[in-house]
Structures are given as C-alpha cells and as structure tokens.
C-alpha cells in the first residue's frame, strides 16, 4: 500500500529534521555573510547577536563566562596571548549561538511548512534577516546601510527557500514510489546533504579567509628590548625616550620598555568588526548641563593646545604577570581646557562618554577639575589613534583601569549625576584604580654576566607599575629568601610602568623567583591574591628557572 504524506501533519521526527537542517544551514549562511562583509563590508550577524544576547544577560553571567573562559585558556597554557585568545573563543561562541538559532528557525521553518505555509516559511526567513539586522542597527555596532538590510533579508529569504527544498525533498526521497521503492532514508539523506554543506562551507571560508585583511597581531615581543638594540630606547618614530640615557639597563629578555604601536593590547567589547569612523565626517558632540553646546571636528580638536604622555595602561582583568597592558606615548588635549570650552552648570557631576560600539562610563568633573592630566587623547605614538585602539578620540585617567577609559567615543553628555558605566554594570569595580604590581618578565640564563670582583651574575628583571602613583622600591626574593633591593631604571613618566633589574650571584640548580615592589609613598604590593574580578588582581609573580653552569667561560 502506497502511503501519501499529508500536508497537515508535520510528524515530531519532521520537526526534529527541521532543527538539524536549520543548523546545517546556518554554516553556509555564515559563509555568506563572511564574503558579503569581506567583498562589500556587509553585516555579519553572528556577531550582533551574540553581543545583544550576551548584553541581555544580567552582568554576572557575561562576566563568569569570559572568566571561566579565561581559566580554560590559562590552564591550556594560552596566557600569553589571552586577550587574542579570548576573542577567537567569543567569536566561537558566537557562531555556535548564531547554528543555534538556525535549528531552532529551521525547527520552525519545518513545521510551518509541513502545515502547509510555504510563504510563511519563506517569510519566517526574511524575518529573521530583518531581525538580524535590527539586531546590529539597535546596538550601534553594524553601521549597515540599506544595502545591508537588503543582503539580510534577502539571505535570510533564500535560506528559508533552501529549507523548504530540503523539507520537499527529504518527503519525496524517503517515501516509497509508485514501485514502492524508497530512494534513501532520513540518515542518508542528510548525510548527502551535509557533506555537500560541508564541502561549499569550507571552499567558501578558504576563499573569504584569502580577501580577509592581514590581522594585527597582539602578541608581545619575545626577548626585545636588549640594549644591544639599536631600537631600544626610542619611539616609534626614532626618537629618544624620555630616560634613554639611564645607566640602569633592562635585562635581556625584559618586554620593551616602550611599547611597538601594532603590539599594544587590545580589549573590548567588539566582537566583529571594528566601529571605522570616517574622519571627514566626524564631529563630537557635547551635549546636555552646559552653557555652550559643542560638536567639534577632529581638526579643531587638534588644533586645541596639547599635550603629550608616557602612560602605562592595563585591563582590571589583566592577571599577575599578564600581557593586557602597555604603554606608549598619548597625545591629546587636556580635560579641564574642554570643561572651560563648554562650562558645565552648576548641577553638572559628570560627563557621559559613549564609544561607537556601544560602551559607555561615567567620568566625573571633579576628578577632571582635580587632576589636569586627565585627556581626550587622539594620537598614540605621534600618530592618530589605530582603529582597534580608538579612533579617533578616546580618554585618558591616570590611575584607573582601562574600564574606565572608553575608546571610539562618538558623544558626550554632560549630567548630574555620577552613573555606572559598562563594566560597572556588570559587577566590576566602580572606582577601578590601579593596584599596585610587580612582573618578572626575564631570568637571563643564557647571558650570565660576571661582575667587577668576577662573580657570576644572572641578569633578572621585568617591571612594576603602580598607576600614576610612582614605584620608590623592587625587590626580589630568591627561593623564599631575603627580599634584596633591585636596581631601578628611572621611568618615562611618572605614569609609566619602571624597569627593574637585579643581577643574582650565580649558583646552579632550580630556583623560584618573586618580586614585589612599593609605591612611591612606600606603601607596599598587596601580597596576598586576589582574582581579576571586580577590582583587579593582586598578588606576587614569581616564576622558576633552572640554572646550569654555562658551557663556555663568561
Ligand atoms: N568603546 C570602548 N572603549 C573601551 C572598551 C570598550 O569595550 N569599548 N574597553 C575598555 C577596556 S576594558 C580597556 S582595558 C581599554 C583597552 O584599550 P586598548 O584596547 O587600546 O588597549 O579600553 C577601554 N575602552
Ligand atoms: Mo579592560
């Protein structure tokens, strides 16, 4: 007997069929949306979404997963590029929530259709581009235009089709024919179906991998800064640091006391592509309790008396001995000339900073008015900002965390009170003032000196940094021994991290290493640790290394 499938009964197992050829779907989908944004820049969902859902989240939840996220990441041993790491992992989670949602529409898709709504089904689709679009369009990330909304909906559209196809056919395959013959089973026909997916998935990412731009990378330079080095004590652009000629010199193998512009950290919340903010066009707008509203181009922002800085910055969720920090030379105008450009009203607290890309933090007059440092830089290392860094305005802090400092700012409210901003809202601290740190970034086994009486030295150092609030003091313990004091090369700034030596009297064998160091006040580290979240980490680096006795004479 001959058994026709009605239109009006989608069986549960149709369904289920509908979830996985939703995901299925979604790969080539994603491929799609990956040459649409490398040929022509269009929108890549995946992303938005992801940043909607997780800003939906209660802030804890956001928060406890890049944490755990980043304990994984250490243990795999990937801390030295964490913030690189950490990205790739949230934009894995992201296309893994975007295959989500394609079962869960694709579920959808195939019980509507098995109801017989074709043309719902075709518009289940498009609405899901619409949505898409809404999504990045709400946030402020996708700057899509309607060329953006077209290519969603019509994508959107045409993968409704696809799975209308795989709903007709997976029908037509799987039952018998007029000879009772029944071509493939459910199994064989996704498998065949999949395997096809798979093949144009991977042609299609090879292809869009090959137009993608060559990616910066944030990895710090291994064993830089020796002073045999002819780059070693100058800028970016050759010239001579501040403390160039200090006699106290870096360890080998210490990080470069001045940071490469392409390997400053980077941290945010971008998950896609970077806010690119067209200079011509750009103005920042002050707005709110002031007596004179502005919006400023960029070239009138230049042309403002300037100043320029050394600064050390970091994330609050930099570990002990972690990378995401650096330090380069900031260029901008200060705060208090901007305050006296627009004055504020007397109920005026605080400014309300917004970056493109959906961030916001509060930054109170007072602390403005009480310390002149405080800037709207707009140049690292003698040149405008780079995207991934803020282009073309962001703020400077001294003392705070990079939280508190928002980069690609588009506006400026002036309000009257001090509210919380981003990361505030998700449980991180309100005040997020450097703690005071330590790091041994080098034990130079392989360039052992031997010093005036003829000992055998090994060269140790790294850095200390305490905010803007000095280092007076570095010293290092070997093997839970004494704390000796360190040499100490004199900073760049006093908002700089200080280059720290000591050079151990040799002895063979396998020792552990820590240091801790004092504010210029005198006050000490925190020894005892404390995890990155809310207020940053505290706590001694330490790190072990075997000694042997060189091969050669020293
Ligand atoms: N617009 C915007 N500004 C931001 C952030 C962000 O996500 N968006 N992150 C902040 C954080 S947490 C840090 S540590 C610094 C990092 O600056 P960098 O990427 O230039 O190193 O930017 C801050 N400013
Ligand atoms: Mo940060």
């Given at each position: 007997m001959i058994e026709t499938k009605t239109a009006s009964t989608p069986s549960v197992s149709d369904v289920r069929m509908g979830a996985l050829f939703g995901a299925l779907f979604s790969l080539p989908l994603m491929v799609l949306y990956f040459l649409g944004e490398r040929i022509a820049g269009l929108p890549f969902p995946p992303f938005d979404i992801f940043d909607v859902v997780t800003r939906l989240l209660p802030g804890d939840v956001l928060t406890f997963g890049i944490d755990a996220m980043v304990e994984v990441l250490l243990a795999l041993g990937w801390g030295a590029t964490l913030d690189t790491t950490a990205k790739t992992v949230e934009q894995v989670m992201a296309l893994a929530l975007f295959v989500l949602f394609g079962a869960m529409v694709g579920w959808l898709i195939f019980a509507v259709a098995g109801r017989g709504g074709r043309v719902a089904s075709l518009a289940l689709g498009a609405v899901s581009g619409l949505l898409a679009y809404g999504m990045g369009q709400a946030l402020g990330v996708t700057l899509a235009d309607f060329t953006g909304l077209v290519w969603l909906v019509l994508l959107g559209a045409g993968w409704a089709w696809a799975l209308l196809w795989a709903y007709d056919t997976l029908g037509a395959v799987t039952s018998p024919d007029?000879?009772?013959?029944?071509?493939?089973n459910r199994r064989q026909f996704l498998v065949r179906v999949g395997g096809t997916t798979a093949f144009f998935t991977v042609i299609g990412t090879g292809l869009g991998t090959m137009l993608s731009p060559t990616v910066a990378s944030f990895r710090p330079r291994e064993g830089t800064a020796s002073p045999s080095e002819p780059d070693a004590f100058v800028d970016g652009s050759g010239q001579p640091l501040p403390n160039w000629d200090d006699p106290v010199l870096p360890a080998p193998g210490t990080r470069a006391e001045y940071t490469p512009l392409d390997e400053h950290y980077r941290i945010d919340i971008v998950i896609g592509r970077l806010p690119e903010i067209d200079e011509a066009t750009y103005t920042l707008p002050i707005t709110g309790l002031v007596a004179r509203e502005v919006s400023w181009t960029l070239d009138e922002i230049r042309a403002m008396p300037g100043e320029d800085a050394f600064i050390t910055m970091a994330c609050i969720s930099n570990r002990i001995g972690g990378s995401l920090i650096g330090t380069t030379k900031w260029t901008g105008v200060p705060m208090q000339y901007i305050l006296q450009q627009i004055q504020p009203d007397e109920d005026a607290v605080a400014l309300r900073i917004r970056g493109a890309d959906g961030f916001d933090e509060y930054l109170s007059l007072d602390l403005i008015r009480q310390d002149a440092r405080v800037m709207l830089a707009y140049a690292f290392d003698d040149q405008p900002l780079p995207v991934a860094n803020g282009f073309p305005l962001r703020v400077h802090i001294p003392d705070?965390?990079?939280?508190?400092q928002p980069k690609w700012i588009t506006s400026i409210e002036v309000v009257d009170e001090l509210g919380e901003g981003y990361w505030v809202r998700r449980?991180?601290?309100?005040?997020a003032l450097v703690r005071a740190t330590s790091v041994i970034d080098t034990v130079a086994v392989d360039d052992l000196i031997t010093d005036a009486d003829g000992v055998l030295r090994v060269p140790i150092g790294g850095i200390a940094w305490a905010g803007a609030r000095g280092i007076s003091k570095v010293e290092v313990s070997v093997d839970d021994g004494d704390w000796i004091e360190a040499q100490l090369r004199s900073p760049m700034s006093e908002r700089t991290w200080v280059i720290w030596r000591y050079d151990w009297a040799f002895t063979e064998g396998q020792h552990r290493f820590a240091v801790r160091c004092y504010e210029a006040d005198g006050t000490m580290q925190t020894l005892l640790d404390a995890p990155v979240r809310p207020d940053g980490a505290t706590g001694i680096h330490s790190v072990n290394a075997t000694i042997r006795t060189p091969d050669t004479d020293v």
């Open positions: 007029a000879d009772g013959v029944v071509l493939m705070r965390y990079g939280m508190k449980g991180w601290s309100r005040e």
